[in-house]
């Protein structure tokens, strides 16, 4: 399992570079990225090489943060390849909040961030199923 940063930014134009920019200086690598908006704020998720400092970061300056555990897996880069890690998780009845691809690759799969409501069970379950779950060796990809 991996940590995952959420931030809140306000929906106007410059936020996500200003995030942006404050990690680069500090010399944090963002891995995996993901935004939603609404009229009022964005969410973006990050994965990032070095979550508490990040976490310090961005708390230093204000932002708006929460941190929780998603996972990192695996997936064929074909067609239907998803089905491999979404169709187990299924049969065990584990809903997928949300995923996004991650920046990097450990051969020639593709790997995507999953955010689902029992991650405990899921490791397990897809491990079960042959799917490649990555731990913090993934912040250095």
């Known amino acids: 399992m991996l940590k995952q940063i959420s931030v809140v930014l306000k929906n106007v134009p410059g936020q996500l570079a200003d995030l942006s920019v404050l990690l680069g200086k500090e010399g944090v690598n963002i891995r995996a990225i993901s935004v939603a908006?609404?009229?009022?704020?964005?969410?973006v998720r990050i994965v990032v090489d070095e979550p508490a400092k990040a976490l310090n970061i961005l708390n230093g300056h204000k932002f708006q943060v929460y941190e929780?555990?998603?996972l990192a897996v695996e997936t064929p880069d074909h067609p239907g390849g998803l089905t491999a890690v979404v169709k187990p998780l299924k049969e065990a009845k584990i809903n997928v909040h949300y995923l996004y691809p991650f920046l990097g690759r450990a051969s020639d799969q593709a790997i995507v961030i999953l955010g689902?409501?029992?991650?405990?069970?899921?490791?397990k379950v897809l491990k079960r199923n042959w799917v490649?779950?990555?731990g913090k060796e993934i912040y250095n990809l």
């Open 68 to 70: 929780n555990e998603v």
């Open 37 to 43: 908006d609404t009229s009022e704020v964005s969410t």
């Open 132 to 134: 490649h779950t990555f």
């Open 116 to 123: 689902v409501d029992k991650i405990k069970d899921a490791e």
